[in-house]
């Protein structure tokens, strides 16, 4: 069993940056595509971001240009930067581990983050 603890959430304003960080139990990069998602209240969760263990990188539309997704293999974490952020950013959001090659898939217990004035 893989455990994600998500670290790093909290209230800021408008504008404003956060960090998010997710750490893994065990080694799990090289064969677990690293996520990040997040679910607003009354919405379903939906991508954020993603990274592959060769570090390639996918983002939702909608955070582009503003998140930065990241990972540290020797450490087994995955981070977040989040940078100009709306208050529509506000959600919990969650760390993933997807397992390439079974359909193993691991969720952290979720991070608030808030953005507002």
């Known amino acids: 069993q893989v455990q994600l603890v998500e670290s790093g959430g909290g209230l800021v304003q408008p504008g404003g940056s956060l960090r998010l960080s997710c750490a893994a139990s065990?080694?799990?990069?090289?064969?677990?595509?690293m996520g990040w998602y997040r679910q607003a209240p009354g919405k379903q969760r939906e991508l954020v971001a993603r990274i592959t263990s060769g570090g390639s990188t996918n983002y939702a539309d909608s955070v582009k240009g503003r998140f930065t997704i990241s990972r540290d293999n020797a450490k087994n974490t995955v981070s977040l930067q989040m940078n100009s952020l709306k208050p529509e950013d506000t959600a919990v959001y969650y760390c993933?581990?997807?397992?390439?090659?079974?359909?193993?898939?691991?969720w952290g217990q979720g991070t608030q983050v808030t953005v507002s004035s």
């Open positions: 065990t080694n799990i990069f090289r064969v677990y595509v």
């Open positions: 993933n581990a997807d397992h390439l090659f079974s359909t193993a898939n691991y």
